[in-house]
């Protein structure tokens, strides 16, 4: 459903697009013109009523997407062939993280320090 000007008797409204062109339902409502889109293929279309036109976007239906991840070993099939790419699994990478001898926290907070420390001697130097 949709609304789009006022209602002239004159000229029907027209849905074009995706080589159609059709004459929907419509009727007054309000200060505007109450249109039943029907069941259309996927696209664009314009819904022209007199001077107004109206562009309408139609996707295809939920029922058809498919709304599943993959699976670990679909992801690794599929990325085989291509050797820049690797796949690894969540676990694999917090046990990468966590087996690494010296953690990197430690190694930000001894520069942090270094700074400082270099801060505090340069600026005792300049007195």
């Known amino acids: ?3 789009l000007s006022t209602l002239n008797t004159k000229t029907p409204p027209r849905i074009i697009g995706n080589g159609l062109d059709l004459i929907p339902q ?3 409502s309000g200060n505007g013109i109450l249109y039943r889109i029907p069941n259309l293929d996927p696209g664009f279309y314009n819904l022209i009523h007199d001077a107004d036109t109206s562009s ?5 239906a939920k029922s058809e997407s498919i709304m ?3 699976s670990l070993e679909q ?3 599929g990325f085989a ?3 820049h790419v690797s796949v690894s699994s969540m ?4 046990l990468e993280t966590s087996n ?3 953690p990197s926290w430690k190694i930000f907070i001894l520069v942090v320090l270094f700074l400082l420390s270099s801060e505090v001697f340069l600026h005792r130097l300049a007195r």
């Open 1 to 3: 459903y949709g609304f």
């Open 26 to 28: 419509y009727r007054p």
């Open 56 to 60: 309408i976007a139609v996707n295809i």
């Open 68 to 70: 599943e991840g993959m």
């Open 75 to 77: 992801l690794k099939s």
């Open 81 to 83: 062939d291509l050797s």
């Open 91 to 94: 676990q694999d990478i917090a």
């Open 100 to 102: 690494s001898s010296f």
